[in-house]
């Protein structure tokens, strides 16, 4: 099975640290994150990725390179004249997959999440793509209706709300999880630009189905902050997730 791995940041939250460095390979006892995030999918078997690269594209490069020759399979999609945010990234990386659906993983996320059963979720309700979404505090996030469909985003800090269609009642806030399993066909509604794939559901969610797969126990961390970061290298000091 195919996989994407989001690994363009510019890793802004990080301040200092990504001066010098690409946010994913920033090391979590032994491990840099874009290692961490290859052998989670190709574990779970999606093995075959691609990343797109801007940031550092020359270190990224090398280190796709060292974990090929580990035995992994990792094609990269350039992003180096322009960052293309999560939407228009993907949308470049389109000539990669095939006809079955594939998975789209923020390199930044260390969870223990079964993706498999994420996949078969997917396929059991069908729809145009399924994101991993999770209980917890944050400002923004995914409105969703009774049966877990999209309907729906929430910026609480300043208060602003996207509906994607009629569906404006009884909608529960749900914090995305940065992994979705995703349709091939989800291109014939996309083009090329500078776009986030939430801004691209938020689109598409009044004509097209986009479910979600609740993950409420185990373990989720976005390492995109040095407070998170430190979090997840304490947690995993004993424990080993890939």
Same mark, same amino acid.
Not at 216 to 223: E, L, R
């Given at each position: 099975m195919k996989a994407m791995i989001l690994a363009a940041g510019m890793g802004t939250r990080l301040g200092s640290i990504t001066d010098s460095m690409p946010k994913v390979l920033v090391d979590i006892n032994g491990k840099n994150l874009l290692q961490r995030s290859v052998e989670k999918c190709t574990l779970s078997g999606f093995d075959e990725i691609i990343i797109n690269v801007h940031h550092y594209a020359d270190l990224v490069e090398e280190e796709a390179m060292r974990l090929n020759r580990l035995?992994? &399979?990792i094609t990269v999609s350039d992003e180096r004249d322009q960052l293309l945010d999560t939407g228009g990234g993907l949308f470049r990386a389109r000539g990669f997959f095939d006809d079955s659906p594939f998975l789209l993983y923020n390199a930044d996320i260390i969870t223990d999440l079964d993706l498999k059963a994420l996949y078969g979720h997917h396929?059991?309700?069908g729809g145009?793509?399924?994101l991993a979404v999770r209980n917890r505090p944050g400002n923004r996030f995914l409105l969703i209706d009774r049966k877990g469909i999209l309907r729906g985003w929430y910026n609480k800090n300043t208060g602003e709300k996207i509906l994607s269609s009629h569906f404006g009642e009884d909608l529960t806030e749900i914090a995305f999880s940065g992994i979705h399993i995703i349709e091939p066909e989800i291109f014939k509604?996309? &083009?090329e630009g500078v776009y986030s794939m939430t801004a691209e559901y938020l689109r598409l969610a009044g004509s097209r189905t986009i479910n979600t797969f609740l993950h409420?126990?185990?373990?989720?961390?976005?390492?995109g902050t040095p407070e998170r970061l430190n979090e997840a290298r304490v947690y995993l000091k004993n424990i080993d997730l890939s």
């Open positions: 035995g992994f &399979s396929l059991l309700k145009l793509a399924t509604y996309m &083009s409420n126990t185990g373990v989720w961390f976005d390492a």
